[in-house]
């Protein structure tokens, strides 16, 4: 079966250290993007790769960093820049004609 | 920038009754999509609905969209317990999304 996969699915880490979140895809999508949501809100996107080496700054990068090394792999570092990273994170990839978002099963960060 | 912002922000109805939560954009668009999401779950996606179509149906779900107005509209006839959700709208030109209508359907 075809989709994306996060891993994992529960993650906990103490401040000060940086977490590397997994997001995988076999779905031959091109972009791929990665969101984050905090309880009861929307979805923001910190990040997104339209091609394999290649990717942009979403709306709240800051303390953020990616690569795009494979196209099936998108991989988002959580650094100890970001002052306030316990919340739960969605990687999404595009199909390139219609644009339909598909999202993983999420990642939840927590800092102790 | 952000271009789906959907309302209301919740909506609560009982069973069988119909569901209606509005998307309004910013600027022109390619398609436009609603998406949904349960509870600590990722978003699922419902319905697309391209610029130059007016209505959309996919068995339980009706969508509409007015261009002129940058608006669209998803309704949920017959709701279920299992509808509850929050619903979500996006657009292909932005990839962003609003905050949500959260919809509960009573038993």
């Known amino acids: 079966d075809g989709g994306i996969t996060q891993s994992p699915k529960y993650l906990f880490r103490k401040e000060g250290q940086n977490v590397t979140l997994s997001c995988e895809q076999n779905l031959n999508h091109d972009a791929m993007y990665w969101y984050r949501q905090d309880p009861g809100q929307g979805l923001r996107l910190i990040y997104y790769s339209q091609i394999v080496n290649d990717f942009q700054k979403g709306d709240i990068a800051e303390g953020y960093s990616v690569s795009r090394e494979k196209k099936e792999s998108f991989p988002l570092t959580v650094t100890s820049a970001q002052k306030n990273p316990t919340a739960f994170y969605l990687c999404?990839?595009?199909?390139?004609?219609?644009?339909?978002?598909?999202f993983g099963e999420g990642s939840r960060l927590t800092v102790l | 920038s952000q271009q789906g912002e959907e309302d209301p922000q919740a909506l609560s109805i009982q069973e069988g009754e119909n569901a209606t939560m509005n998307c309004s954009y910013k600027t022109s668009i390619n398609n436009l999509q609603w998406y949904r999401q349960n509870s600590g779950r990722g978003l699922v996606h419902l319905i697309l609905?391209?610029?130059?179509?007016r209505e959309k149906h996919s068995g339980r779900l009706r969508v509409t969209l007015d261009t002129s107005k940058k608006s669209s509209s998803l309704l949920i006839t017959a709701s279920r317990a299992a509808d509850t959700a929050s619903y979500f709208c996006?657009?292909?030109?932005?990839?962003?999304f609003g905050a949500g209508t959260r919809l509960t359907v009573k038993p």
């Open positions: 996006a657009t292909y030109d932005d990839m962003r």
């Open positions: 609905i391209r610029s130059n179509e």
């Open positions: 999404a990839s595009t199909r390139s004609d219609t644009g339909e978002l598909f």
